[in-house]
């Protein structure tokens, strides 16, 4: 029965099977691996654009109703997913040897949270397996080597500096070159050598992604990164209250103007969620009305929307660029930070962790989006 059935065939049947975030068709992206058919099983892989596909079991449903529905009955498909990370697809003048990917992290002010979402952005990829880098390019307030517990002195090895590691992540910052409580006074030009020293004199060697921690506003070293190094696209960090999303648009506009393409907003410090704290921190009586929900009226009712609510995502619509989700207001992720072990809000059980985790997949989500847009053909003159 399978004897005459070919890899053609079930790459034909798989036609019109699409990535539901990329919108084109998994044959066409060369997703379809590995085709072997036997006597009665037809197997193959899967090879995803991230490990951090949100969509993965949707692909998976697809990609076997359509084998079940279009090649003979009486078979058994075995789907294997895997995942490879792509990168823009061209090389450009300044890219960074072995990196993929380079996402900024950026917000309109400071005090919205950017650094700390720009670790947790890390150590999220990081989380699927992907190989990931993270500079702390906020120079005059360098707190990533604080949230995610790293220390040490960077060592030169020939002429390339060695990032310090930490839980999976290679790590470049300022703070590893200062003493404790040192400002950090400097302009311009110097910025512009840190920066450089910081990305390309780094032993990065091979990434999945390289993180960017900016400093808040549209300063320097936004502008010095952008004009000298191609980056993937650039998330913007703000909180629900109207005077952070007028900063958030302002960053918004400056990556447009220097030609980055901003792959989403986050919405930090979104509401306060009571029962998560009370079923955390309270005590018997607490547990008592997390349990009953006796003194909440109706589903909702425990979220406090300390400062505003659904802000960014507004924002983001109206600005025309993807809302990648919001983070609660949580004191788990305060205490994860400050005690340098960031990661911690991945752990089972934490209550940021589904908002994190969307958060990841839709950034991931994005940045495969970015990769695999069609080039436009540039228009051309008619003569004649």
């Not at 294997?80 to 090389?91: I, P, Q």
């Not at 924002?315 to 990648?324: H, S």
Request: proline share 7%; charged share 20%.
């Amino acid at each position: 029965m399978t004897t005459t059935l070919t890899e053609r065939d079930v790459l034909n049947a798989l036609k019109g099977v699409k990535d539901p975030d990329i919108g084109r068709d998994l044959v066409d992206l060369g997703m379809i691996k590995d085709v072997r058919i036997t006597e009665n099983t037809v197997a193959l892989t899967v090879n995803l654009t991230t490990p951090a596909c949100p969509l993965k079991a949707q692909i998976e449903r697809e990609v076997r109703t359509a084998l079940e529905t279009r090649l003979p009955a009486g078979l058994t498909f075995q789907i294997t997913l895997t995942a490879d990370v792509r990168g823009k697809g061209v090389s450009e003048s300044g890219d960074i040897p072995g990196v993929k990917n380079v996402i900024a992290v950026g917000s309109g002010k400071g005090g919205v949270g950017k650094s700390t979402m720009a670790a947790v952005i890390a150590h999220g990829l990081r989380s699927y397996g992907s190989k990931v880098g993270l500079v702390d390019a906020d120079v005059y307030g360098p707190s990533v080597p604080h949230l995610v517990g790293a220390t040490g002195r960077p060592m030169a090895i020939g002429d390339r500096i060695q990032p310090i590691e930490t839980a999976g992540l290679k790590i470049m910052s300022m703070g590893f070159l200062l003493e404790p409580d040192r400002a950090v006074i400097m302009r311009g030009p110097m910025l512009h050598g840190i920066m450089n020293q910081f990305l390309r004199q780094v032993d990065w060697g091979t990434l999945d992604y390289l993180v960017i921690d900016l400093p808040p506003g549209t300063g320097d070293v936004p502008l010095t990164l952008s004009q000298s190094l191609p980056l993937t696209g650039a998330v913007v960090v703000c909180t629900p209250q109207e005077v952070a999303l007028l900063d958030a648009s302002r960053a918004i506009a400056m990556f447009r103007q220097l030609k980055v393409p901003v792959l989403g907003m986050i919405e930090n410090m979104a509401f306060f969620d009571v029962l998560a704290y009370l079923r955390e921190r309270g005590g018997p009586e607490a547990k008592r009305i997390v349990e009953g929900r006796s003194s909440f009226d109706a589903p909702g009712d425990e979220r406090v929307y300390l400062f505003g609510r659904g802000g960014a995502r507004r924002k983001a619509a109206q600005l025309g660029v993807p809302f990648l989700g919001e983070v609660p207001l949580n004191i788990g992720i305060r205490e994860d930070g400050d005690h340098g072990k960031i990661d911690h809000v991945f752990d089972a059980g934490s209550p940021s962790r589904p908002y994190l985790m969307a958060l990841v997949e839709q950034l991931a989500a994005q940045i495969s989006i970015q990769n695999l847009k069609t080039p436009k053909m540039p228009k051309l003159e008619v003569i004649g």
